[in-house]
């Protein structure tokens, strides 16, 4: 099954950008999703157990470097464009 993510990282810190950056950076490496940026936010698209796999590991990366962070995510089951 297909899904799409629309996932925010919201750094509780001075230096908000890096982190950022870091996490979409990590995101790209990924084989076999596909993965967009905005100004608001990053979308990955993939099928469902990869994308939730590499979310999980890529989550708790950034929670492990970073005193204080949330992530916001929305998921859309069969999205239109793949």
Known sequence: MK????ISLYP???DLIPPIVD????LKSHDGLYVDTNAMSTQIRGEYDDVMAVLNGEIRATFE?????????????NPIAD
Not at 3 to 6: E, G, L, R
Not at 67 to 73: E, G, L, Q, R, T
Request: aromatic share 4%; no cysteine.
């Open 3 to 6: 899904v799409a993510v629309d």
């Open 23 to 26: 996490v979409i950076e990590r």
């Open 65 to 77: 470097n970073l005193p204080k962070a949330v992530f916001v995510m929305k998921i859309l089951n």
């Open 12 to 14: 509780l810190q001075d």
